[in-house]
C-alpha cells in the first residue's frame, strides 16, 4: 500500500516512520532533492504542477495528502478530477487553511472569537486598515505565511504612519494575493488543539497544548498545557469538532488558539500534522503522525490520551542542532535530527521530553535548551 | 552518518526506523532483493561473501553491524582488516554467538549453568551421545539453527533408537558442521535478558522478559517477567554483565535463560537486537534498537526503564498479520507489520500491548492473539 505526499521536509519524513510499521510505504514530490523525507521512502523530485512528476507521485496510489498547506490547491484538484486518487484532506480544507480571511469567515461562521481584521491590497487600503482596526496589530499576507515568515507587527507612535509604507512594500514584493490587518491580542498563553477525523467520522482530540514562540517560531510545546479551566477545555475540543465536521475533514488538524485567561481567540489553522504536535510521537499512545496515516488511508484511529508518564515537552532545534552526545546522555529526552543541513532560523529537529511530573519535565527540558550548539555533524546526508 | 548494517531483514529494518531520528543513515546487504529493510533505506543485494557487494555496503561508513548472527565470520574479518570499518559487536562474539558449543563453554567459565551436553558428528557419534546425556533431550545443530530449525526433541521409549537414526539423517542433509546433544532441562519458563553496552563500557540492562514459544517460534514475550525473585534477578543481570565485559562486547546482546523455578540455566545467546526485545520500542525509554545504533555507534546508551505504564507484552504474528482494522481497533496496541509475504512459520510482524497494570495487557494480549487472521493485505510492498 502506497501512501503519496505532497512535500518531503520533515513532516512527511515523520508521517513515513509512523507509517511503515502499518505496512504502508510513501512516496514523496517535492522539488527539493535533498529534501530530507527521501532518506526514509522514494523522492519523486518535481514541481508542484508538473503533471509528469505528479502522475509518479501517484501511481499505484488511492489517497494523496499534503504535509503544508502552501500546495497549489489546483494541484489537489487537478489529482482528485485527473489522476483518480482521494485527497484526504480535502481539496476545500487545504484551500480554507491557505487563506488567511477564509479561515477566519470560518472560525467566526462556527461561533468562535477572532481578532478584529480588515484586509488590504493597495497602500491606502492598507493605511485604512490599520486606522480601523488601531494599533498595536499584526500585517500578514493572507497567503504563503509560516514560522513567522510574511507578518509584520505595528506598534502605535510617531512613526506608526512610516512603518505601515514599510511594511506594504516588504510584504507585497514579489507577492500579489492581498494582506490582512489583525488587531493585536493581549494573550497570556498560546494553546493550540489537535484532532484526528477518521473517513468514517470517528474522531480523536489530543490534549491541549502551550506553545511558546521566539521570533515567530516556535520554540517550546508543554503537553497537557498546564491549568487550563475546565470551560476553555471544553470550548477548544467543541470548536476542533465543529471544523473537522464543517470541513467533512479527514486526517489531522491543527488549530491555533490564543488564551485570553479563560476566554479563547482562534488564530490560525493548519490541514496536517503540526510541530505543536510532535510530542505525541513518544507522548501519547497513537501519535498524530500514525493518526494522519490511520485516517486517510480509511483506517480506525488510534488513542490520543497521554502516554509515557502523562507529561511531555517538545523543544524545537533551530538553525542547529544540540551537540548529540551531550543530548542523548540527558535522561527521558528523544532526539529527532530531520537531516536538514543547518541554517538560521530553520528548523533542523527536535527533542521531547516525558515524565511523570510537569515540574521534572519542564527542568528537563531547561536542561535541552540550554545545551551548547552541536560540535558533531548530525546530518543524515553524510 | 551512515551505519552498515548486514542482513536486510525485519530487525535491521526496525534498526533503521530508530536510526533516523538519530540523524543516521543505514545501508543493508541482503542476498533478498525483496528483503524488508530495503522498504526504509538502501539495500545492496548481493551474497554475504561477494567482496564488491561488501565494498558497497560500506562506502563511507564508519562501522558495519549484523541483524542476525548467520553471517559468516570471515565476512567480518574481511571488513574489519580489508574495508576499514569497525565490526561491532566483534567478530569474536559473532563466532561464539554462532556455535553452540564455544556459546556453553563460555557460559560454564563465566560460572553459569548450562544443559549437560554432548558433541557428535557421525552417527555412531550420536548414538554414544544420547547414550551419555539420556532421554529426554535436545539433538540440535551446532551451527545455522534458529526458530526451531536445526534441532530435533527424543524421547524416552522403545522408538529411541529409530529416532537418533532419523534425526541424524535429517540434521545433517547438506550440513556438516556437527552436532550437539542437551539433556532436556524441566524448566518451568524462559527468561530473556537484554543489554546493551557501549563503545566506552557502560551497560543498560533490560528488565527480564518472560517468553512463551509454539512449535520452537517465540510467540509471546511479557515484560517485565511476573514473579522475578530477586536473587534470580541479580544472577541474570550478574551474568549479561559478565558475558558482555567477557565479550569485550560493543551493541545489544540477547541472551535465553530457563527458570528452573529459582535457579538458571542458560540456553543461547544471540548477539545482536532480539525478538524478546521488540517491547522496548513502546515499552522502555530507549529501545533495544535505538540502543544498538547508540552503541554500534560510540554514542551514550539511552534508558532501558520501562515506560507506557509499566507493563508491556509483545505478540509475534506468524504466518499472516491479523485483519489490521480489527487489531488498529484495539486500544493501546502499537502494530507492527515487517513488509513480507506472509508463509507459514515465518515471522511477518509483531503487536505490542502497553500499560499500567499486568492483568489489563495480558487481557489486552489474549484478544490481540485471539484475532482473526487477516482478510486485508497489508504488506508494504504493493
Known amino acids: 500500500m502506497v501512501l503519496a505526499i505532497l512535500g518531503g521536509g520533515q513532516l512527511a519524513r515523520m508521517l513515513a516512520l509512523a507509517a511503515a510499521p502499518l505496512g504502508v510505504r510513501c512516496r514523496f514530490l517535492d522539488p527539493d532533492p535533498a529534501a530530507p523525507a527521501g532518506h526514509i521512502a522514494e523522492l519523486v523530485q518535481g514541481a508542484y504542477d508538473d503533471p509528469h512528476a505528479l502522475q509518479r507521485l501517484v501511481a499505484g496510489a488511492k489517497v494523496v ?9 489546483a494541484t489537489t484538484e487537478w489529482l482528485q478530477q485527473h489522476a483518480g486518487v482521494q485527497v484526504r484532506p480535502h481539496p476545500r480544507a487545504l484551500a480554507t487553511g ?9 472560525f467566526a461562521r462556527l461561533g468562535m472569537a477572532v481578532p478584529e481584521y480588515r484586509i488590504a491590497g493597495t497602500l491606502a487600503e492598507l493605511q485604512a486598515a490599520v486606522a480601523a482596526v488601531g494599533a498595536p496589530c499584526i500585517i500578514k499576507t493572507r497567503r504563503l505565511g509560516y514560522d513567522g515568515r510574511g507578518q509584520v507587527r505595528l506598534r502605535p507612535g510617531p512613526e506608526l504612519d512610516a512603518a505601515i509604507v514599510t511594511a506594504h512594500a516588504e510584504l507585497t514584493r514579489g507577492y500579489t494575493a492581498g494582506l490582512i490587518v489583525e488587531r493585536f491580542v493581549p494573550f497570556r498563553r498560546e494553546l493550540s488543539v489537535l484532532a484526528a477525523r477518521s473517513a468514517h467520522g470517528a474522531v480523536a482530540v489530543y490534549p491541549l ?17 498546564p491549568a487550563v479551566a475546565p470551560a476553555v477545555q471544553q470550548a477548544a475540543i467543541d470548536f476542533v469538532h465543529a471544523l473537522l465536521r464543517e470541513l467533512d475533514y479527514i486526517g489531522v488538524l491543527a488549530v491555533e488558539l490564543f488564551d485570553l485567561g479563560g476566554q479563547l481567540v482562534a488564530n490560525e489553522m493548519a490541514p ?15 501519535s498524530q503522525f500514525e493518526n494522519h496515516v490511520r485516517a486517510v488511508l480509511g483506517l480506525p484511529l488510534g488513542d490520543p490520551a497521554m502516554a509515557g508518564g502523562g507529561h511531555a515537552t517538545m523543544i524545537n532545534h533551530i538553525g542547529q542542532l544540540p551537540d548529540r552526545e551531550t543530548l542523548l546522555r540527558l535522561p527521558g529526552v528523544h532526539a529527532h535530527a530531520y537531516g536538514k543541513t543547518g541554517r538560521a532560523g530553520r528548523k533542523v529537529g527536535h527533542s521531547t521530553v516525558v515524565g511523570t511530573g510537569r515540574e521534572l519535565v519542564d527542568a528537563a527540558a531547561q536542561r535541552v535548551i540550554a545545551l551548547p ?10
Chains 1, 2 share one sequence.
Open 65 to 73: 495528502t499534503f504535509e503544508f498547506e502552501n500546495v497549489p490547491v
Open 98 to 106: 491557505q487563506d488567511r480571511l477564509l479561515e477566519k469567515q470560518l
Open 209 to 225: 497544548v502551550e506553545n511558546e514562540h521566539e521570533g515567530g517560531i516556535l520554540r517550546r510545546s508543554r503537553a497537557p498545557a
Open 272 to 286: 496536517r500534522v503540526h510541530n505543536s504536535g510532535h510530542w505525541t510521537i513518544e507522548g501519547s499512545m497513537c
Open 373 to 382: 550548539p552541536g560540535a558533531t555533524d548530525w546530518p543524515a546526508g553524510s
